[in-house]
DNA sequence: GCAGACTTGGAAAACGCTTTCCAGGAGGTT
DNA sequence: AACCTCCTGGAAAGCGTTTTCCAAGTCTGC
């Protein structure tokens, strides 16, 4: 383990000197000891050592990154937009999933707290448990007290930086785009009860439909993800349209009316939600509400990193994109 | 920021004690002692500084993780199963992406380096250009000198542990099943020439038909993403048979022979490589050679942090699986 | 030439932990 | 009762950096 130490002697110089050298200061070294540190440092392989490094300065350039679930597009699609960011700022990423157990979400922050990383990023739906949002906000608190920076992708329930899709508002748009096709009867695949992104998508969708004056919606509770979507598809009838309150669910959900012979869009209209990139590919192509993933996650983690004095929310609005999955009544 | 010093003080123990209550030492100590540090460590909220726990014990609790592309689910489903046994050990993981760019796996590993990661994972195919992969494994060996202990899910062509999927002969049954289906005609949509998964791949499929007698396939080249399947796909013309050399490409083939009202299986089959999850929602279903992907990467990390004096080669058999994609010639 | 203002290099004190020694006391054996 | 051993607690020496002071030059402009 070849320490700056041993480049300074090697080079002849102080400790001080290679340092200024080799780890960026503002300090100017003159140009023959600066070509003899870099040469030392060369030769016998040095490499900083991060941990003294973050140790000595008090800050470290690493950040944290806490996903639901990182094999689904939507999280994907918003780590990679993050870490996009990350990258350009020389940020390493330290990346939990919490498998959809908030609890765990918790224990990350912790863990990521101890790690003294630059700036937490919450990526994903917040629940409707009050106490856990308690215990959390809590162990944000502490975190950003020691001078960590927060931004969430999510709802705005945390009093930190957020960047909030418009969830209500895109499912109310999405549910009056459907019925000027001449859709009456509507189901939804509601997701989890306790889950505010799949609350809120249900919501706008509902008050828009009663807005309209139609019938409320058959909701069909299920998991946010692709067999939650399947599963609830096999409980629909009687329905002219389905709104799967987020896209993998409503990828589930042709599955299922594949295997029952329901066809899409003849016999039945499916909308997703989100928009997620694999969506293209589906056949039917998906009707869907478009978020910028990238987008907001690049947006969050810039968020996160600009220090300001207030919590700021950007408000992301959704866009309907009508694809074959859906089709006009005659 | 409250220092393990302040709990000590708090505690009215010394800091060697506070130590070895709050982060697991073999020492014991007595309980009135332990439990007076612990109420100190709670009330003022104490956390870990871990990089000064890092650089005092010589050894951190993080892995490094670098992929090609997170947003392709062959790699999300390497980085999960990597991740889950990550968590099981209560490790961290940075993760970094090359966004294809085999010269930044070079730097992520130097970075990963000074970070005194205890294990890096390197997934993805490794690359034809001997200059960079002389570099690689340069960086590798630094690291490794070190301390540091590496995998990789690939070709076995750094001299550490290796997860390496059967390319080859996975393409060669690919190409066996689909001879006996009856096609005669096939075209590979071969993804980069420099990229030795695809290449592998290429080699095993065409050294198969050969020995089957059968004319060489036409040969296309592309990136080894969905828009490269799609692209290389429009190229294709005068086959029975379309092998894409992994199943993103193969989906974007699909997209590109439903944009040419080709279609598939009637008109041209396809098959793909790897069985990324998102596949069986696909209409037709793709036929393709499953990998266990999960299973992979959680091998490779277990491999990279069980030490052994050897580095191990653990070969990965993949299996045909036929779908609806492709179909039996009349 | 010389006062003053910059520059440049080095010594040494942090940074917040872990762990090696020591020392003292408790318990067990002759 | 003397001697060992074992166990527990504390002092202090690192771990590898950064950075604050100092000191010593090196330039300016008069």
Redesign the pocket.
Known sequence: ?V???DVARHA??????A??V??G?T????A???AKVELAAAQLG????VA??T????ASNVVGLVVHDLTDPYFAALADGAMRVAENQELMVMVGTTHRDPQREIAYVSTLNAQRVRAVLLAGSRTADQEVTRRLREELDRYRESGGRVACVGQDLLGVDTVAPANREGAAALARALARLGHRGFAILAGPEGLLTARDRVAGFTAALDELGLPAPLVLHGSFDRDGGYQAATRVSGVTCVFAVNDVMAVGALAAFRDRGIRVPEDVSVAGFDDIPTLRDLVPALTTVRLPLARMGARALELALDVAEEARVVSVAGEVVLRESTRALD
């Open positions: 383990m320490t700056l130490e002849g110089v102080s400790l001080a000197t340092s200024r080799l780890n200061s300090r100017q070294v003159g023959s000891l600066r040095y490499r900083t050592n003294a490094q140790l000595a300065r008090g």
